[in-house]
């Protein structure tokens, strides 16, 4: 640990740094990672978030059944804060000095989530509790990656992850109330 002392007299430093290579500009000589991986990263979440976008869409138009109204609107409220997240994701790679991979070609393969319509209600609220558990661990892993090396993505992927619990929180209780049976095993 560097004494209060030291950190003011490296201020002069620290300005000196900060007017060379403006082109970079939020990342500075201390940026604790590789900023290449963390693009990389951060585009692959850009990918599985719009395809829960996706995925959330098409349930939420396709959705039919005498109890399907407010599954219908759960899965509405997702898709937008889906598409929050994929924004957020997308902010940060330009503020790295990266460019978010918007493009559709070989999106499903950079995406961890899957694509899947699902054949009736109950399938399609399974089918984004999968998706939901699989970006909950991916999420998790990237907080681990991004710990102190980058503490702002860290914060932000810790915002996003605590949306995707509530996510599959959410599909589970809708699971339970559909299937008519508890999903807690004994
Ligand atoms: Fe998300
Ligand atoms: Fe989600």
Not at 56 to 69: D, I, P, R, W
Not at 77 to 83: C, V
Not at 91 to 108: A, Y
Request: hydrophobic share 40%.
């Amino acid at each position: 640990m560097s004494s209060p002392g030291s950190f003011l007299s490296d201020i002069k430093n620290i300005r000196a740094r900060a007017r060379q290579h403006l082109t970079q500009g939020a990342v500075t000589s201390n940026y604790g990672g590789n900023v290449e991986d963390a693009i990389t990263l951060l585009n692959h979440a850009v990918a599985t978030e719009i395809v829960c976008v996706l995925r959330y869409k098409f349930h939420a138009v396709c959705a039919t059944g005498l109890a399907s109204e407010a599954v219908k609107q759960e899965f509405a409220q997702h898709a937008k804060e889906e598409e929050a997240h994929l924004d957020l994701l997308a902010e940060r790679i330009n503020q790295l000095g990266g460019k978010p991979n918007l493009s559709p070609d070989g999106l499903l393969s950079r995406a961890a989530s899957e694509y899947t319509e699902g054949e009736n209600l109950v399938d399609m609220i399974k089918e984004n509790l999968v998706a939901e558990r699989i970006a909950i661990e991916t999420y998790r892993e990237m907080v681990r990656y991004f710990g102190e090396r980058d503490p702002t993505t860290r914060v932000m992927l810790e915002h996003i992850l605590a949306q995707e619990e509530e996510h599959a929180n959410d599909m589970h209780d809708l699971l339970v109330s559909h299937e008519g049976r508890p999903m807690l095993e004994k």
